[in-house]
């Protein structure tokens, strides 16, 4: 079993873009949860992880260029690429109207991707 880092736990895109790059492959894999992109790399340089699996690019956002750069201070080199569809949900508590939702809060590449969404739907949120 490979040992693959990535930046993010469990149930992230990253996790699902690693299932299905080594599924492809037949291999089976276990999760190495890193808080950040640095820490892949950490992860991979002291063995605690085999290989890692990180975003470098997004359909909507463009080119993860501090990736990028990792790659290139650290030397490692990209072996395969795997496309995932990503789908964003706004998940409120049972009885809320979508109109009292004032504010959102999240991770800021799921703003990015959804910030189209929010000024044409939804203009008064923030």
Known sequence: MTKVAIQGYRGCFHEQAAREFYSARGKEISIVECPT?????????????QAAVMAIENT????????????????????????IPIHQN?????GQDIHDIKEVRTHY???NQTRQFF????PWIT
């Open 37 to 49: 992109f640095e820490g892949l790399f950490k992860a991979v340089d002291s063995g605690e992880a």
């Open 60 to 83: 909507i956002s463009g080119g993860l260029i501090p990736n990028f750069e990792l790659l290139r201070s650290h030397s490692y080199k990209i072996k395969g690429e795997v496309y």
């Open 90 to 94: 706004l998940m409120a508590l049972p």
């Open 109 to 111: 590449m799921a703003i």
């Open 119 to 122: 000024e044409r739907n939804c």
